[in-house]
């Protein structure tokens, strides 16, 4: 193997590495993301539980409203995101996918 060789091969052995750990380093924001959407999405159904209960004792503005609240919550559940390390390149991407294969075949 030649002297270039061995370091393109270096090179994208380290490239591969930093986007692994880029991806651990994403775990607590993709939990995070994962948690505030399920509360989000959680309290959005409570209160169209709270609004069919309204509408069965007549109480309809009242339904309506919490209806369109929850609808709102839902919406913004979807825009939820917070920060992470960007995969700047092939060879990052490439050890994200190598780091949650290895993580997945762990569970």
Do not use: H, W
């Not at 270096?10 to 590495?17: Q, V």
């Amino acid at each position: 193997m030649s002297k270039y060789d061995k370091n393109k091969r270096r090179c994208a052995t380290r490239a591969i590495e930093k986007g692994a750990v880029k991806s651990i380093a994403n775990i607590p924001s993709d939990l995070g993301k994962m948690l505030m959407k399920g509360s989000a999405l959680q309290a959005a159904g409570e209160m169209e539980q709270a609004a069919a209960m309204q509408g069965v004792f007549g109480q309809t503005q009242s339904a309506a409203e919490l209806s369109q609240g929850a609808q709102e919550v839902r919406a913004s559940a979807n825009s939820i995101d917070l920060p992470k390390f960007k995969m700047s390149n092939a060879a990052l991407a490439g050890g994200d996918k190598i780091d949650s294969e290895n993580v997945i075949s762990l569970l």
